[in-house]
């Protein structure tokens, strides 16, 4: 079965320091998201990106976050200077175009990301 | 704007004992209804979704939810639990005319089966 993958797994950085996780998302797929779930709390939508533009983005998204799709295979999410409140498991997701199977979202196993 | 609340944060329950995870939703607009299941050290998994059709889903191994329009609820339920159904389930939305719409997670449900 076709699977997201995220890159690293656990990343460890220091406060201040420039951040990248990386995904590859399902090969058919246009829908891209990143969402963040900090420990014992809810998953969170941070944004969406379709046809190579950030499509929706929340409160939390703001200046310090960046996507992009750089080759047309991976997506990735850039902290351009963490701060501690930035720990959490990322997770990355994508879905089909076109009806309803845009709406399902398919996830990847997430990248812990802790902020010393 | 949409919004889920899962009123339990936590269900303990005994093995083979049956479970209901609890979902209601907010939304002013028509929503495609999800359950996800996280396992421990996990990523997220689809476990069903209601589209259209039936109001009764079902997943492959057991579950089912019923979507229920004038109680605004999606609750989970399964007859009987195993141990390997412990795990985080979150109820999450989507708005249905927005192709490439965002999901909404509600707080997560944390089951927990014992023997």
């Known amino acids: 079965e076709p699977e997201v993958t995220q890159t690293p797994s656990h990343q460890v950085t220091q406060m201040g320091q420039e951040v990248i996780l990386r995904c590859v998302p399902i090969s058919n797929h246009l829908y891209f998201y990143w969402y963040r779930q900090i420990l014992g709390q809810k998953v969170e939508f941070l944004v969406s990106?379709?046809?190579?533009?950030?499509?929706?983005k929340s409160e939390i998204f703001d200046d310090q976050f960046s996507v992009e799709r750089p080759d047309g295979s991976n997506f990735t999410l850039k902290i351009r200077s963490t701060k501690l409140e930035d720990s959490a498991m990322y997770f990355c997701?994508?879905?089909?175009?076109?009806?309803?199977?845009?709406?399902?979202?398919?996830f990847g196993a997430g990248s812990r990301l802790t902020v010393l | 704007a949409q919004s889920v609340t899962q009123l339990d944060s936590q269900v303990p329950v005994f093995e083979e004992a049956p479970v209901e995870l609890r979902c209601n939703y907010s939304?002013?607009?028509?929503?495609?209804l999800f359950w996800y299941v996280q396992y421990p050290n996990q990523g997220l998994q689809l476990l069903l979704k209601y589209l259209s059709g039936s109001t009764l889903v079902e997943s492959i191994n057991g579950f089912e939810a019923e979507f229920n329009k004038s109680q605004t609820s999606f609750h989970l339920r399964k007859p009987s639990v195993h141990i390997s159904d412990t795990a985080e389930y979150f109820c999450?939305?989507?708005?249905?005319?927005?192709?490439?719409?965002?999901?909404?997670f509600g707080q997560g449900t944390e089951l927990s089966v014992k023997p």
């Open positions: 939304s002013s607009v028509s929503v495609y």
């Open positions: 997701a994508s879905s089909s175009g076109g009806g309803r199977g845009a709406n399902v979202l398919t």
């Open positions: 990106f379709y046809n190579n533009e950030i499509s929706e």
């Open positions: 999450a939305v989507s708005e249905s005319s927005n192709q490439g719409g965002k999901l909404i």
